[in-house]
């Protein structure tokens, strides 16, 4: 379930209140990819809900800024140069949180190779039924004999 979306500061400028949720979504995927690179899954599971509330938040901001472009005009220097500062380093962290999912993911992935690898080498060699009806490779290890040709 869903954490419910940050509401919208109703004080605040649409600005403000995106640096506000670029900023908390910053932390949090700063916090993640410290977590990943300890590989305390726990605390990256326990993170998950809020990732997406943050995450759908701001992407409501970005396109509700983005219906009316003429707003950011009206913005004083001071927040439009905060905007890109922040903005700056949540696409710092979100390049940095990319690169270590996606390492954990190829780590993963080849722990899960190598177990499903070993499984295989240690289970046992299905013998089938070869063309002729016989055993492949025959009872106790000896080959059957081939058909004549035709």
Known sequence: MALPLPPANRTASPFDDLIDVASRLTALMARESDCLARFDVK???????EKLALSKAYC????DIKKDPSRLAAVTAAVRDELKSVLAKFDDA?????MVLRSAKDANDRVLKAVVDAAHAQAPRVQGYGRNGAMAGGYGGARAPSPPPL
């Open 43 to 49: 605390a990256v599971a326990a993170m998950h809900e």
């Open 60 to 63: 409501l901001r970005v396109h």
């Open 94 to 98: 979100a390049k940095r949180n990319e």
